[in-house]
């Protein structure tokens, strides 16, 4: 059954892409169509590595009843993060958003901190936390990353720190952003959540400002389940932050910070070193169907794939088309609502931009005047599936139904106005 849905699916698609017949536009989910897929496709599957060495961990830690405080897995998986990155210090957490607040505590922010409004929310959600103010700054238009050249007009006298962000595991322009931050004596933060096993300049991100700070989510590139790390070669900051990651104990009885609880279990470690066992596994899937695309997209005129380039090397984990209506006649909101009839669930991060988000709409209900590029990519990205569990037989459906659309944009977006659709029901 599955097979003929799915071959009577490619059929209808050539069909579709074949004739551009606007009459075959009813064949579309959206109108009443069949969806493509039987089964949803997400974006952010899991990558999960060798199920066998996974269970035999697990069993291990039940045997050992020792299941979370700086347990012997914990212990190993920092480790490997040391080794794979050429770090220093990995202090492993729970997950990458308490990470990101021990972070902030530690290198002692207070004040404003300049952040991309174009990041997930828990980036400016963990200032905020902490009654600092995050100031939102515009990013490069082509990288999505920081714009160096926008941070040093958000310096005021309160600002004491700059968290960048290697946003879709591309970094930042993290020379210019060190540059700037040793000049006017800020803190660095590198938010590396999207970023495990990318590098710069040939060196491994984790390394760079005077801390990175990773997610391990189920959707990342390695994960744990849920978790996050930090990473530092300053000793005095790994010291600090260990203890702060377990409510500031240092010793049985004596507490010398602040702390909360950060810590990352025993089964989180677990999950996370089979995962690394297999990250060339990861890396390969994603690079191959990010090519893939590639090729698919590389005559369609109005839509950009975003672009790793041959400089660094990068995790490939996520899959980003920018569409540009202008030329496409058909918005990305309405080529996503298409493709969720058609159970292909691509998301729109980072839409709409922190800064219109609360609590910050409210506290800088104009901010988006000095966040024009932030605001255009954000109307623009559409980010779709990818990862071990897409094949390339889903990536050409994915790629020919997105085709369909912009070859027959006007048709489907006048069909798509509210009075048609109901209409069409
Ligand atoms: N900084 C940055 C730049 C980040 O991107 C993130 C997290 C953080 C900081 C904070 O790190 P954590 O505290 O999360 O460690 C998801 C993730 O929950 C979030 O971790 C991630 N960024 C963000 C980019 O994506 P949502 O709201 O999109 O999650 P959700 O539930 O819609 O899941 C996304 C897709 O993944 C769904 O289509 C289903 C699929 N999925 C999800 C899970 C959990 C699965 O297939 N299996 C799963 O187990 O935020």
Known sequence: MQDYLTNNCTYLLILMINILDPNDIDELAIFGGKPCFVDKLHVGR??????????????????????????FYVQE??????????VKH??????????LEIAIRATNLTGEVIVPSFTFIATAHALQWQEITPVFCDIDPIKHTLNPERIEAMITPRTTGIIGVHIWGQPCNIEAIT??????????????????GSSYKSQMIGNFGDVEVFSFHATKFLN?????????????????IRLMKNFGFAGYDNV???????????VSAAMGITGLESINDFIEANQQNYKQ?????????????????EIDSYNYQYVILEIDDTITNISRDQIMKILHAENVLARRYFYPGCHRMEPYRSFFPHAGLLLPETEKIG??????????????????KITQLIRYCVNNGLEISQKLQPKNISRAI
């Open 90 to 99: 990995c202090i492993a957490m729970c997950n990458g958003t308490v990470a």
């Open 224 to 240: 744990t389940f849920e978790g996050g790390a930090i990473t530092t070669n300053n000793d005095e900051l790994a010291a600090k």
């Open 46 to 71: 899991p990558n999960i590595g060798d199920r066998a060495h996974l269970l035999a961990r697990i069993n291990d830690i039940l045997d050992r009843k020792w299941l979370s405080n700086n347990g």
């Open 179 to 196: 540059a700037i931050a040793q000049q006017h004596n800020l803190k660095l933060i590198f938010d590396a959540s999207h970023a495990f």
């Open 77 to 86: 998986f920092e480790q490997r993060i040391c080794e794979k990155l050429g």
């Open 256 to 266: 010398v910070y602040i702390g909360t609880n950060g810590k990352m279990s025993e």
């Open 379 to 396: 109307n623009r990205v559409l980010v779709l599936p990818t990862g071990t569990s897409t094949s390339g037989d889903d990536i050409h």
């Open 293 to 309: 695309y590639q090729r698919e997209f590389q005559d369609l005129v109005g839509i950009r794939l975003f672009n790793y380039d």
